[in-house]
């Protein structure tokens, strides 16, 4: 994803919790379609409603809207990539902690 650039912005706890219920279904072996199918509809519109901008284009060279339909348009591999590595950004704690935290 060279030169790709996305801006999102965090969500507040319970959102976010709801989003960590959301990709745990996807970790579970038993979930069946329906479950599955509004989980990942669920986790990519967290995303969507979190995105602020990107720089993506479509194959044509036409802007894809920051929004839940250009997340939406897009191949669903390279979405949960991008979701989940958001989802882990916002999780993380910044180090160094500012003082006087440990």
């Given at each position: 994803?060279?030169?790709l650039?996305v801006?999102?912005?965090?969500?507040p706890?319970?959102r976010?919790l709801e989003?960590?219920?959301?990709?745990?279904i996807?970790?579970d072996?038993t979930?069946?379609?329906g479950?599955?199918?509004?989980?990942?509809?669920?986790?990519?519109?967290g995303?969507?409603?979190?995105?602020v901008?990107?720089?993506l284009?479509?194959?044509k060279?036409?802007?894809?809207?920051?929004d839940?339909?250009?997340?939406?348009?897009q191949?669903?591999d390279?979405?949960?990539?991008?979701?989940?590595?958001?989802m882990d950004?916002?999780a993380?704690v910044?180090t160094?902690?500012?003082?006087p935290?440990?």
């Amino acid at each position: 994803m060279e030169g790709l650039e996305v801006r999102a912005s965090s969500v507040p706890l319970g959102r976010f919790l709801e989003l960590v219920k959301l990709a745990s279904i996807l970790d579970d072996d038993t979930a069946m379609g329906g479950a599955v199918a509004e989980a990942f509809t669920g986790l990519f519109a967290g995303f969507a409603d979190a995105l602020v901008s990107w720089n993506l284009d479509d194959e044509k060279g036409d802007p894809v809207p920051a929004d839940l339909a250009g997340v939406m348009s897009q191949d669903f591999d390279f979405i949960l990539e991008i979701t989940l590595a958001w989802m882990d950004a916002i999780a993380s704690v910044d180090t160094p902690l500012p003082q006087p935290a440990s």
